[in-house]
C-alpha cells in the first residue's frame, strides 16, 4: 500500500502500461514474429492467446492504475526481523494495484486466500482498495504468462538465461505453454 501510494504521485512517469495490448498482443506479435515458435505451434499460441487477449479487453476499461512494483513476488521481498524490503524495482508499470497483490500471495488455493485475507486487511489500514478488481486476477495471470515467455525470448543469447532456461525454444518448452495458456483461457473464461 505504501508503495502504492508513493506511485500515485508519479502520474507521469517513464513507465509502461498494463493492458492486453503491451503485455499481450504486442508480447505475442513479437515472439510469432520473431519466429521463436514454428509449423502448427506458432498457430496454435497464436490463437489460444488471442482469444486471451480479446476476451480480457473489455475488463481493462476504466481500471484505475497507478505506479507500481510489477514483479512483486515472495523473491522479490527480503525480511529483516518483522520489516519486509522490497528489491528489483526495474518492472515498475502503471497497472491495477491488484497485479502487485496478485502476484506477492502467489496462488489461488486455501493457504493463498488466507495470505490473501491478511494482505489485504493491512493494506486497507493505509490505503483504499476497489474489491472488484479482484476479478482482473485471472486476466493479469495470463497477461504474465505471455509477457513472460517474451521476456526469456529477448534474453535468450545471455549466458544466465541459457543456464536458467535450457529448454527455451524447444517443441517440448511450446507445448508446456500452450497447455499452460489453455489451462489458464478456461480460467479467465469462468471468471
Known amino acids: 500500500a505504501r508503495i502504492h501510494n508513493v506511485g500515485d504521485s508519479f502520474k507521469s512517469a517513464a513507465r ?9 498482443r504486442e508480447q505475442v506479435e513479437f515472439l510469432v514474429n520473431g519466429n521463436f515458435l514454428q509449423g502448427n505451434l506458432k498457430t496454435i499460441f497464436q490463437k489460444i492467446t488471442t482469444e486471451i ?3 480480457i479487453e473489455p475488463d481493462f476499461e476504466g481500471v484505475e492504475t497507478t505506479l507500481l512494483h510489477g514483479d512483486c513476488h515472495a523473491g522479490n521481498v527480503l525480511w529483516k526481523g ?9 518492472d515498475m508499470l502503471f497497472a491495477p494495484p491488484v497485479q502487485d ?7 489461488d488455493d486455501e493457504f493463498a486466500m488466507k495470505n490473501r485475507d491478511i494482505l ?21 495471470r495470463a497477461l504474465r504468462m505471455i509477457y513472460f515467455n517474451a521476456w526469456i525470448a529477448r534474453r535468450k543469447d545471455d549466458g544466465a538465461f541459457r543456464l536458467a532456461f535450457p529448454h527455451f525454444g524447444t517443441e517440448r518448452y511450446w507445448q508446456e505453454q500452450i497447455e499452460n495458456l489453455s489451462g489458464q483461457l478456461e480460467k479467465v473464461r469462468r471468471a
Open 16 to 24: 509502461g502500461k498494463l493492458t492486453p495490448k503491451t503485455y499481450g
Open 53 to 55: 487477449c480479446d476476451l
Open 82 to 90: 518483522d520489516d519486509p524490503y522490497f528489491i528489483d524495482f526495474d
Open 101 to 107: 497483490m496478485w502476484m506477492l500471495i502467489g496462488g
Open 120 to 140: 489485504i486487511d493491512a493494506y486497507l489500514e493505509i490505503r483504499e482498495f476497489d474489491e472488484k478488481t479482484w476479478s482482473l486476477v485471472e486476466p493479469l
